[in-house]
């Protein structure tokens, strides 16, 4: 009988999964849904095949800078039946510098977010940290747009199938004009999201969680509870501040978050084969 992993799954079962998973990432190609082969609803095995794959990629030398936060709106959180947010890991190389190219033969089906961005000062290990002791912790915060992507075709997901693909990362780009926490309102501040000059999403940061930095001390709090701090240096994306955009080809999305300023996320044409 094969070892037992999380959630009564079997750890080959679990492995196999990562591996799905991994190879889709690899191969730009989506793959069926995986919810049907684990339990309904098991999150913890779930973040289980996402550890293999976070595991499997710092062996192969990626460098882990972060965390993600996802299903910060509550209606999302309703449509896919859970009562709480998910996360998934940041690495360098998913890291865009503002205004650079984006080609779209690196994604399989990208969607944008317009998010806030806490970079950390100090670590935040500490079980049940208060929202002080994460205040104190932030360095500063950047307007950053996230590149969600799916290794599931159609992103016919549920819960389980994002959490293990890593809560469906893609790319992610900061602004480059680092603004103290005391200096923005990071609950009233509105973004407003243009695609080549025509607006697409508009929001405030009240859609997350109802204040960003109550997306972040729920995520610390995750971190501390896995082994798996926040530490100096780490960049948090903390969830979308408006709807979802679909990239539809070359174009430019640009954000603009009233106190922090702007980010743009630059995509190109596909590499042909």
């Not at 104190?136 to 599931?152: F, G, L, T, W």
């Amino acid at each position: 009988m094969g070892q037992i992993g999380q959630g009564g799954v079997a750890a080959e079962a679990i492995a196999g999964l990562a591996q799905r998973l991994r190879s889709a990432h690899e191969s730009r190609v989506a793959i069926d849904p995986i919810r049907d082969q684990l339990p309904a609803g098991d999150l913890d095995a779930a973040y289980a095949v996402q550890q293999a794959n976070t595991d499997h990629w710092i062996k192969q030398g990626r460098r882990l800078v972060g965390r993600k936060i996802g299903l910060t709106s509550k209606a999302v959180q309703a449509q896919l039946g859970v009562d709480q947010p998910d996360y998934g890991m940041l690495f360098a190389d998913m890291s865009v510098c503002d205004g650079e190219e984006v080609p779209l033969s690196t994604l399989i089906q990208p969607k944008v977010e317009a998010e806030i961005a806490f970079v950390m000062e100090r670590d935040l290990a500490q079980p049940m940290a208060t929202m002080a002791e994460l205040i104190s912790a932030v360095a500063y915060a950047v307007p950053a747009i996230e590149i969600v992507d799916s290794r599931i075709a159609n992103w016919k997901i549920s819960i389980v199938d994002t959490i293990a693909d890593n809560a469906s990362s893609g790319l992610f780009v900061l602004g480059n004009r680092p603004v103290k926490l005391g200096d923005f309102d990071a609950r009233l501040c509105g973004m407003v999201m243009e695609r080549n000059g025509d607006q697409v999403s508009i929001g405030a940061g009240a859609a997350c969680l109802g204040h960003p930095l109550n997306a972040a001390l729920w995520l610390a709090r995750k971190m501390a509870e896995r082994g798996n701090p926040l530490r100096a240096g780490d960049v948090v994306l903390s969830g979308a501040l408006g709807p979802m955009v679909a990239v539809q080809g070359e174009e430019i999305l640009e954000a603009r978050i009233a106190g922090l300023g702007s980010v743009r996320a630059v995509f190109g044409a596909k590499e042909q084969a």
